[in-house]
């Protein structure tokens, strides 16, 4: 029975709504305290010991949608059936874990192969390229409004203070990013990653 284009087209909006939050997300807090569901635990550990071998930073989609794959990842998923919410549910997936949500850089999985391998990346440090790429082009705009030109000592001393000036304010901003994120993550529970 084909699906009708309207419900189709409403699963891809939702779909990639849910792409653009995570995004979001793992650009404003370092990816590495990011706990994604109740049992990312759990998932993580299935994770690596089913797929121990599997690269994550820059997914081949043969790994994940061939038979022999599908073949090995379906028990895999299965075991979240009734654990993960919509654990099944169509969700869409970054090839590349260093660049952003582009049709060549996408592919659809379900939501716990999704879980799995983004709790990997967080927890392996590979998402890390997306905070770091974010918070090194905000560097470069405040450093550029900042333009003046130092050349004595004293203007030197005077820079690396007010460097340390803003890494505080940096922290602080990082720190209420993480709330506003850890908030965001408790209204929309489970469903929203």
Same mark, same amino acid.
């Given at each position: 029975?084909?699906?009708?284009?309207?419900?189709?087209?409403?699963?891809?909006?939702?779909?990639?709504?849910?792409?653009?939050?995570?995004?979001?997300?793992?650009?404003?807090?370092?990816? /590495?305290?990011?706990?994604?569901?109740?049992?990312?635990?759990?998932?993580?550990?299935?994770?690596?010991?089913?797929?121990?071998?599997?690269?994550?930073?820059?997914?081949?989609? #043969?790994?994940?949608?061939?038979?022999?794959?599908? #073949?090995?990842?379906?028990?895999?998923?299965?075991?979240?059936? +009734?654990?993960?919410?919509?654990?099944?549910? !169509?969700?869409?997936?970054?090839?590349?874990?260093? /660049? +952003?949500?582009?049709?060549?850089?996408?592919?659809? %999985?379900?939501?716990? /192969?999704?879980?799995?391998?983004?709790?990997?990346?967080?927890?392996?440090?590979?998402?890390?390229?997306?905070?770091?790429?974010?918070?090194?082009?905000?560097?470069?705009? &405040?450093?550029?409004?900042?333009?003046?030109?130092? +050349?004595?000592?004293?203007?030197?001393?005077?820079?690396? !203070?007010?460097?340390?000036?803003?890494?505080?304010?940096?922290?602080?901003?990082?720190?209420?990013?993480?709330?506003?994120?850890?908030? &965001?993550?408790?209204?929309?529970?489970?469903? %929203?990653?």
């Amino acid at each position: 029975m084909p699906v009708e284009p309207d419900i189709e087209m409403a699963w891809a909006m939702k779909a990639m709504q849910h792409a653009e939050v995570y995004y979001k997300l793992i650009s404003s807090v370092d990816p /590495q305290f990011l706990k994604l569901t109740k049992v990312d635990d759990q998932i993580y550990s299935e994770f690596r010991e089913n797929f121990e071998k599997l690269r994550i930073d820059v997914l081949d989609p #043969e790994e994940l949608k061939s038979e022999s794959a599908k #073949e090995k990842w379906r028990p895999f998923c299965l075991k979240f059936d +009734g654990i993960v919410e919509d654990f099944n549910y !169509g969700t869409l997936l970054r090839l590349d874990c260093s /660049q +952003g949500y582009t049709e060549e850089n996408t592919i659809f %999985a379900p939501r716990i /192969q999704f879980l799995a391998i983004e709790i990997a990346r967080n927890r392996e440090g590979y998402n890390k390229a997306v905070y770091t790429s974010v918070h090194d082009k905000e560097e470069e705009k &405040e450093e550029g409004n900042h333009g003046r030109e130092k +050349g004595t000592d004293s203007g030197r001393a005077e820079e690396k !203070g007010d460097i340390r000036e803003r890494e505080k304010t940096k922290t602080n901003k990082g720190e209420e990013k993480e709330k506003g994120a850890d908030k &965001e993550i408790s209204k929309s529970g489970e469903t %929203a990653m």
